[in-house]
């Protein structure tokens, strides 16, 4: 039986600390984020056109990939590696834990220099497009070492842990292997830095950072899935309690994301580094080897939930609290990382096709179940979520607004309207109706967003009260959890 999550530990106020600052910053980059969000898709929008240049656009659209895909994402899977170690008795080295965050938040500082400042040429390539400037180099490699510092402090908390406690919970499990993934996407960057050399040095830059991130960007893409399976189970598991599924089974899928990007280094010895993205092989395979964890780990965690339903399904379905933002966010995220991976950007290469696909996978599959993890994160630093009607409404907004910005992407990109193009907005006529829905959709997603944002940044900035108040405050069918 899978042990999901050590009952009842009360988090001390270190890791309490620890966890409120890194959600804090998170949720400070998840504002930015959004907020650029906005910005480039109401340029994108026709009719409305809200940046005035070419240069704003795509200046505006690089620090929106910066902040919604690199900075919020790891900042969030930072806090979970920390919420799962207090949750599972895993003692996390005291020093690494702040040198990781402060290191991140150093990086995030430096990055945002040019970005504000507008310097540097813009090179929209996949994976990190920059502003090609040494000081967004060093604030990513920042950034990114702080993430890899506070990886390395779970591994070693876990490597410590007192073994008379029992196996490690699913969830611990899982969030190692997203460490492991973390630190070879360090790993693959340091290695293309070797092989290609610091500066695109006459080649063209579009092509030498291409590959520079190529093999980072992919194990980044472990980091994010592994976090998201990981949290939907911890969302899953706080309703229905222990669960009856196969643990070795679980845990051998989870060792997936783990090895399988291994393999991401070493294109770069065996061939001319700069050749690394045109190897397409490698690039499927290690596609394809993130779909298999997901898709057994998906549907085993739809027959657990499935399995509580009782001989009476109408009832069941009147039961389920469709009010909880815990419980929505799962439902929607499954639902759109679902359809994320029917829409794969093959097909249509360089369209709207593609931010199609990673926007459903990752704003709607991976963001959604991060905010629901985020609420009730509230609970453990004894802060009551405020606005509650806000909060049920909001996933939903959230939602609605994706499926809205994804359709709209989708059927723009299947009449070939080109992807980060400013003019495209307003030439493309023969896509006029899909973008004016995608305007429409992205904008019910930013106030979904906003929502969200204005919920935690309030809950968090409120004096916490005391843990009695806030176990007042669960609602009612918060009953046998594994909280
Ligand atoms: C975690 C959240 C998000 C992530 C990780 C993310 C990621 C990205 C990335 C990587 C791109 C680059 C486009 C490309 O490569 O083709 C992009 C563009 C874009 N994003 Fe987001 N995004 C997020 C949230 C949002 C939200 C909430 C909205 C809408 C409100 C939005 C609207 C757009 C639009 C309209 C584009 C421009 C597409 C184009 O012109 O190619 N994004 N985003």
């Not at 929505?328 to 097909?347: E, K, Q």
Request: aromatic share 10%; with cysteine; glycine share 10%.
């Amino acid at each position: 039986m899978v042990a999901l999550m050590k009952t009842s530990l009360d988090f001390s106020p270190q890791q309490r600390k620890l966890l409120y600052s890194w959600l804090l910053y998170a949720i400070g980059a998840a504002g930015i984020a959004g907020t650029l969000a906005f910005l480039v898709a109401m340029t994108r929008t026709p009719g409305v056109r809200i940046l005035p240049s070419a240069r704003a656009f795509q200046v505006i659209l690089i620090a929106h990939v910066t902040f919604a895909l690199t900075i919020w994402l790891l900042a969030f899977i930072s806090t979970v590696w920390v919420w799962v170690a207090a949750q599972s008795g895993i003692a996390l080295n005291r020093i690494g834990s702040w040198a990781g965050l402060i290191t991140s938040l150093i990086g995030t500082i430096i990055i945002s220099i040019p970005i504000a400042l507008f310097q540097g040429e813009a090179v929209t390539t996949d994976y990190v497009p920059l502003l090609d400037t040494p000081l967004f180099f060093v604030g990513f490699v920042t950034f990114l070492i702080g993430v890899g510092i506070t990886a390395a402090t779970y591994l070693v908390g876990v490597a410590r842990r007192d073994r008379a406690a029992g196996p490690l919970s699913l969830i611990a499990f899982g969030m190692a292997c997203a460490a492991v993934a973390a630190l070879v996407a360090v790993v693959s960057l340091g290695v293309a830095a070797l092989r290609l050399g610091i500066g695109a040095n006459g080649r063209e830059p579009a092509q030498y950072y291409q590959s520079m991130f190529w093999g980072m960007g992919h194990s980044l893409q472990y980091v994010s899935v592994a976090t998201m399976v990981v949290v939907w189970y911890a969302l899953v598991g706080l309703f229905l309690g222990e669960s009856r599924l196969n643990a070795k089974f679980a845990k051998a899928m989870l060792a997936i994301f783990a090895l399988s990007p291994l393999a991401s280094p070493i294109p770069y010895f065996l061939y001319d580094p700069i050749t690394v993205p045109q190897r397409k092989a490698w690039g499927i395979a290690l596609d394809s080897a993130l779909s298999v964890p997901v898709m057994f780990l998906g549907p085993l965690l739809l027959v657990w939930v499935w399995r509580t339903r009782g001989e009476d399904v109408r009832a069941w379905l009147k039961r389920m609290p469709w009010g909880e933002p815990r419980v929505m966010t799962f439902v929607f995220s499954a639902i759109l990382f679902a359809f994320g991976l029917t829409i794969h950007p093959a097909a249509r290469q360089g369209t709207l096709r593609t931010p199609a696909h990673y926007h459903s996978v990752v704003v709607g599959g991976v963001t959604l179940a991060f905010m629901g993890l985020a609420y009730h994160m509230l609970s453990k630093l004894n802060r009551p979520v405020v606005w509650r009607r806000a909060a049920i409404a909001q996933p939903y907004l959230f939602a609605l607004g994706l499926m809205g910005l994804v359709s709209g992407l989708l059927g723009a990109g299947d009449l070939g309207a080109p992807r980060k193009t400013y003019d495209a907005a307003v030439t493309g006529a023969a896509w006029l109706k899909p973008m004016i829905v995608m305007g429409g959709g992205a904008a019910i997603a930013a106030l979904g967003g906003a929502m969200f944002v204005g919920i935690m940044a309030g809950s968090l900035l409120r004096r916490a009260e005391s843990k009695r108040t806030v176990e007042i405050q669960k609602p009612a069918f918060v009953g046998s959890t594994g909280d």
